[in-house]
Nanobody
């Protein structure tokens, strides 16, 4: 049974940093393309960042470029999303997902976590 479990969210003030984690079981993160998405209330799920199966290439959305880093620890079977200089508009539920290749389309991912809430106060 595949499980992706996100953690690390919370209520923070603008300007601080957070590192979100996605711990996988039932699959090996180095065998999948991994992505991070977010969904704010009333909005569609939005691609944030992705990392290829090889781990050699990462992608990020223009809205967060320069403020985020996606990384992977194969030994811990965990993917991370570091978000710096948080802004109120970063408030959303953050999800990790596993798929065949990195895509900005949520439908391209086969497995999803339950999400972790990030709330940024001004």
């Amino acid at each position: 049974q595949v499980q992706l479990v996100e953690s690390g969210g919370g209520l923070v003030q603008a300007g601080v940093s957070l590192r979100l984690s996605c711990a996988a079981s039932g699959l090996t993160v180095s065998s999948y393309a991994m992505g991070w998405f977010r969904q704010a209330p009333g909005k569609e799920r939005e691609f944030v960042a992705g990392i290829t199966r090889s781990g050699s290439t990462t992608f990020s959305a223009d809205s967060v470029k320069g403020r985020i880093t996606i990384s992977r620890d194969n030994a811990k079977n965990t993917v991370y999303l570091q978000v710096n200089s948080l802004k109120p508009e970063d408030t959303a539920v953050y999800y990790c997902a596993a798929g065949v290749m990195v895509s900005r389309d949520p439908n391209a991912y086969a497995y999803w976590g339950q999400g972790t809430q990030v709330t940024v106060s001004s």
